[in-house]
């Protein structure tokens, strides 16, 4: 007899009702904004830290007008600084240690280069004794490093 009044008589726009046509699901797209951020972070991080790496030991080189060599393997590393404490690479030791410990971090044997690093400051007694230790040794490709003078 009667006919009931209800809000969802249609069935239309009631709730739990998706739209035919649309779909509202996931979006599958990668947001790259933080991984560039921490890309640039660690860019900046590797640019400062960069130089620190290769300090070494600090040692004052004199100045020559001698040209730079062009150098493809890294060579072995004797530093002197200005009180007489002798490096190998960077780590110090007593002048009686440096040949052993020399053949055994050269690995090429006696054609191993080496290069003695004498602060300008340094005793030059000090320096001849490294090089003709080295010498006395077998090594025969033995350099001395120094600083390119600049013209004022």
Do not use: C, W
């Amino acid at each position: 007899m009667g006919m009931s009044v209800g809000a969802g008589g249609s069935g239309r726009g009631g709730r739990g009702h998706r739209r035919r046509g649309r779909h509202h699901g996931l979006i599958a797209e990668i947001n790259v904004t933080p991984m560039v951020d921490v890309m640039l972070v660690l860019l900046i991080i590797f640019m400062v830290a960069a130089p620190l790496l290769t300090v070494g030991v600090p040692v004052d080189l004199p100045d020559t007008q001698a040209k730079a060599m062009n150098v493809d393997t890294q060579p072995i590393m004797i530093s002197i600084n200005q009180s007489g404490q002798i490096f190998l690479q960077e780590t110090e030791m007593p002048i009686e240690e440096l040949i052993p410990k020399l053949q055994s971090i050269a690995k090429t044997g006696y054609d191993e280069r080496i290069y003695v690093r004498g602060d300008k400051t340094a005793d030059y007694g000090t320096v001849m004794k490294v090089m003709a230790r080295v010498a006395a040794a077998g090594y025969t490709k033995i350099g001395l490093v120094n600083l390119q003078e600049q013209d004022q």
